[in-house]
């Protein structure tokens, strides 16, 4: 579903962090929400994804507002994967369990989960104990477990291993062409958004200063602010 932002802003202790007058990001797309340190990005997935309140605006999901139903459509994945103190099993079955599936139903797509991420050496382990490449592929295949119409991913390949990221990438594009769902995804790494993205929204001191293809926002015709970036390695 197409997400659209309406005059949205967002302070802390008086500074002004987000200001968004109109941003749509279009159903079906995998978005790369990219700018330097302290440009708002996770500011603005956490409002959307409901977990932060924004100070003035709007945020519609297909042109209704946050309810129950975007809710247990939606999904955000941090930086830092936050799991349940259990099992690996448990943890990608939680989804499942609190929207009702049938035992056999979790069985089956958990399993299905442990095989695509080739973590059935861990499926029985506890969460706090594994490493940040294994926590973070749990997280996603968490994330994914119960097939979101909205994926948000905040940074989910930062600090982890050049192998877990491949495989990371792998599953995010392998879910996004069979589902064709809505996905924003936080990075810092150009040549990521490149091999994931097809449309780039560009931030700046809590604006989205240009958006478009991969090719329009880093190309020959990137506009100044960007390419100054990029020179700098800003980003």
């Known amino acids: 579903m197409n997400i659209t932002v309406d005059s949205l802003t ?4 008086d500074k002004a962090v987000l200001d968004i007058p109109q941003m749509e990001f279009q159903e079906g797309c995998l978005w790369g929400i990219l700018g330097p340190n302290g440009s708002g990005k996770t500011t603005l997935v956490r409002i959307i994804a409901g977990i ?3 100070c003035s605006g709007n945020v519609l999901y297909g042109g209704s507002g946050y309810d129950e139903s975007i809710k247990r459509s939606m999904t955000l994945v941090f930086q ?3 799991l349940i103190r259990t099992t690996v099993f448990e943890n990608i079955a939680y989804p499942l369990r609190v929207r009702g599936y049938s035992e056999g139903e979790i069985n089956s797509r958990v399993v299905e989960m442990i095989d695509s991420f080739k973590i059935q050496s861990i499926r029985d382990q506890k969460a706090w104990t594994l490493s940040g490449g294994e926590a973070q ?3 996603l295949a968490r994330a994914l477990v119960f097939k979101p119409r909205i994926l948000i991913l905040d940074e989910p390949t930062s600090n982890i291993d050049p192998e877990s990221i491949m495989l990371l990438e792998e599953r995010i594009l392998d879910y996004y062409r069979k589902e064709k769902p809505t ?3 936080v990075t810092h790494n150009i040549q990521q958004a490149k091999r994931l993205c097809n449309r ?3 931030m700046n001191e809590g ?4 958006s478009g293809s991969p090719s329009e926002i880093f190309g020959p015709g990137a506009i100044p602010k960007i390419k100054e970036f990029i020179k700098k390695g800003l980003i």
């Open 10 to 13: 967002k302070k802390y202790n």
């Open 52 to 54: 932060l309140d924004c």
């Open 80 to 82: 830092k994967p936050y």
């Open 137 to 139: 592929k749990v997280a």
């Open 183 to 185: 996905i924003l995804m």
């Open 200 to 202: 780039i929204a560009f």
């Open 207 to 210: 604006k989205i200063i240009d």
